[in-house]
């Protein structure tokens, strides 16, 4: 670390495990530590740093465990300037190198110009680029060119565990001067190609349980008498989505924005290799054919997966089980103009009406345990266009302007609660591999990145 500047490698971040899925307090007094350290780098470059004391969090079980503060920096306050806050997390998703990882996840290690380690992408990567970028200024004895704000969290992973609370909370003082939001958690769609990102998908999270009794039965003894509840739950979620992907919830489509000529275009305008894409997803087949019709269904159509099955067999051998009470999950990703509690009723209504046509003596229970809405922004907002100048200077080309068919929660509430407008402007190349094994950053993306973050910042000076 440069005690001078404050500034701290990624070397040095990504060696914190700061991994806030797995709740146990190792990794909470890591994720303390984290937060610690990026205070620390923040204070040393001068900024008005308040570490936000976030209470605890209420696990299923019963345990309680603290939630690590969220840092709010401040960097300037000229009245003449625009302000730009960033938002960034500096928590991971778990990583085992026992579980497929060439190196250990916590020693960022360079192989053939690619940085891999847990976090180098998602998130700590670019957060650090936003901070070199302003360190550089800080090197050249430069003025930032805006006020910056900082924002950044230790939960993003756990579900940005009351971070909507705080956001409310601080709608008219640490964000009121803010004029402008960046976020930087997500990916181009190319390996080289930049691109901005003005739209995700939102998402409905439904556990749908089916009940007999808490205990299982021996098929042997049971089998053939009992109305069984996999048999019910496996019904229940074949009744969900066709074999084309299309979603079988009656009135599901219906508020889905009607697609436009202009909007088809921005679709071609986009550079997707799509044989390179399958290959690299190491898929046979898409449900689709075209760059357009695959772009359209991850990012402006609905789309409903099944992620799993609570209190099923699911261990090797043969075990002759009738489970007695089993949770089926599955999730739609929303998009502009789907309500979530509308969506909500129409799953709850479906799912009810396919149960009672089975005459089953079992209880069944839907509950939608997650309803993150979809997010859309404004192309022709100021910070769009500076984003695509800065991409211009830096990268000489235009970038791509996509959508993500994941979810940001943080997007939508900051458009709703604190009603800035938002952009992300992603560093990291499609390949990155975030939430997965081998997550890396390449070496050029996040010097480039850094650059972008610098040029972006004199943009939005220009053009406030
Ligand atoms: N490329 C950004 C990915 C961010 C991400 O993975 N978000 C999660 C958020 C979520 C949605 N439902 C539950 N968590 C995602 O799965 O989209
Ligand atoms: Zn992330
Ligand atoms: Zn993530």
Same mark, same amino acid.
């Given at each position: 670390?440069?005690?001078?500047?404050?500034?701290?490698?990624?070397?040095?971040?990504?060696?914190?495990?700061?991994?806030?899925?797995?709740?146990?307090?190792?990794?909470?007094?890591?994720?303390?530590?984290?937060?610690?350290?990026?205070?620390?780098?923040?204070?040393?470059?001068?900024?008005?740093?308040?570490?936000?004391?976030?209470?605890?969090?209420?696990?299923?079980?019963?345990?309680?465990?603290?939630?690590?503060?969220?840092?709010?920096?401040?960097?300037?306050?000229?009245?003449?300037?625009?302000?730009?806050?960033?938002?960034?997390?500096?928590?991971?998703?778990?990583?085992?190198?026992?579980?497929?990882?060439?190196?250990?996840?916590?020693?960022?290690?360079?192989?053939?110009?690619?940085?891999?380690?847990?976090?180098?992408?998602?998130?700590?990567?670019?957060?650090?680029?936003?901070?070199?970028?302003?360190?550089?200024?800080?090197?050249?004895?430069?003025?930032?060119?805006?006020?910056?704000?900082?924002?950044?969290?230790?939960?993003?992973?756990?579900?940005?565990?009351?971070?909507?609370?705080?956001?409310?909370?601080?709608?008219?003082?640490?964000?009121?001067?803010?004029?402008?939001?960046?976020?930087?958690?997500?990916?181009?769609?190319?390996?080289?190609?930049?691109?901005?990102?003005?739209?995700?998908?939102?998402?409905?999270?439904?556990?749908?349980?089916?009940?007999?009794?808490?205990?299982?039965?021996?098929?042997?003894?049971?089998?053939?008498?009992?109305?069984?509840?996999?048999?019910?739950?496996?019904?229940?979620?074949?009744?969900?989505?066709?074999?084309?992907?299309?979603?079988?919830?009656?009135?599901?489509y219906d508020e889905v924005a009607?697609?436009?000529?202009?909007?088809?275009?921005?679709?071609?305008?986009?550079?997707?290799? +799509?044989?390179?894409?399958? !290959?690299? &997803?190491? *898929? @046979? /087949?898409?449900?689709?054919?075209?760059? %357009?019709?695959?772009?359209?269904?991850?990012?402006?159509?609905?789309?409903?997966?099944?992620?799993?099955?609570?209190?099923?067999?699911?261990?090797?051998?043969?075990?002759?089980?009738?489970?007695?009470?089993?949770i089926g999950k599955f999730s739609?990703? +929303?998009?502009?103009?789907? !309500?979530? &509690?509308? *969506? @909500? /009723?129409?799953?709850?209504?479906?799912? %009810?009406?396919?149960?009672?046509?089975?005459?089953?003596?079992?209880?069944?229970?839907?509950?939608?345990?997650?309803?993150?809405?979809?997010?859309?922004?404004?192309?022709?907002?100021?910070?769009?266009?500076?984003?695509?100048?800065?991409?211009?200077?830096?990268?000489?080309?235009?970038?791509?302007?996509?959508?993500?068919?994941?979810?940001?929660?943080?997007?939508?509430?900051?458009?709703?609660?604190?009603?800035?407008?938002?952009?992300?402007?992603?560093?990291?190349?499609?390949?990155?591999?975030?939430?997965?094994?081998?997550?890396?950053?390449?070496?050029?993306?996040?010097?480039?990145?850094?650059?972008?973050?610098?040029?972006?910042?004199?943009?939005?000076?220009?053009?406030?």
């Open positions: 670390m440069d005690p001078k500047l404050g500034r701290t490698t990624l070397k040095e971040w990504v060696a914190i495990e700061s991994d806030s899925v797995q709740p146990v307090p190792r990794f909470r007094q890591e994720l303390f530590r984290m937060m610690a350290v990026a205070a620390d780098t923040l204070q040393r470059l001068g900024a008005h740093v308040t570490s936000v004391d976030m209470g605890s969090q209420q696990l299923p079980d019963g345990q309680s465990l603290p939630i690590p503060p969220v840092i709010l920096a401040e960097l300037g306050n000229d009245p003449t300037k625009g302000t730009v806050c960033f938002y960034g997390h500096l928590d991971v998703q778990p990583a085992d190198q026992g579980n497929g990882w060439l190196t250990d996840p916590y020693v960022l290690t360079e192989v053939d110009g690619k940085l891999y380690g847990r976090g180098a992408t998602d998130n700590k990567g670019p957060v650090l680029a936003w901070i070199n970028a302003v360190s550089a200024f800080r090197a050249l004895e430069q003025d930032l060119p805006v006020n910056i704000k900082f924002i950044i969290e230790g939960m993003e992973e756990a579900g940005s565990v009351a971070l909507e609370e705080l956001v409310e909370k601080e709608k008219n003082r640490f964000f009121s001067g803010v004029d402008y939001i960046v976020i930087s958690d997500n990916l181009w769609i190319s390996q080289r190609k930049p691109a901005i990102t003005y739209g995700t998908r939102g998402n409905s999270y439904f556990m749908v349980e089916v009940k007999c009794r808490d205990q299982d039965f021996h098929s042997g003894t049971f089998g053939g008498i009992l109305h069984e509840p996999m048999a019910d739950l496996v019904a229940l979620l074949g009744s969900l989505v066709d074999s084309s992907g299309h979603i079988l919830v009656p009135g599901i009607p697609l436009t000529e202009e909007e088809i275009n921005t679709y071609k305008a986009i550079h997707l290799d +799509l044989e390179e894409y399958r !290959n690299s &997803s190491r *898929v @046979e /087949k898409f449900l689709f054919d075209t760059k %357009e019709e695959i772009l359209m269904h991850l990012w402006r159509y609905p789309s409903l997966s099944i992620h799993g099955i609570e209190g099923a067999f699911d261990e090797p051998g043969a075990k002759t089980v009738i489970p007695g009470q089993v739609i990703r +929303l998009v502009p103009h789907m !309500n979530v &509690s509308v *969506v @909500e /009723k129409q799953v709850t209504r479906h799912l %009810e009406d396919v149960f009672s046509k089975r005459n089953s003596s079992n209880k069944m229970v839907v509950s939608m345990t997650l309803g993150l809405h979809p997010w859309i922004a404004n192309i022709n907002d100021t910070q769009y266009l500076a984003a695509k100048r800065a991409i211009r200077t830096v990268f000489g080309t235009e970038p791509d302007m996509i959508r993500d068919g994941s979810t940001i929660p943080i997007a939508k509430m900051f458009q709703e609660i604190v009603h800035k407008s938002v952009v992300l402007i992603p560093l990291g190349a499609v390949d990155d591999g975030e939430h997965s094994q081998n997550e890396k950053i390449n070496r050029w993306n996040y010097i480039e990145g850094t650059k972008l973050f610098a040029a972006f910042f004199l943009e939005m000076a220009q053009l406030h």
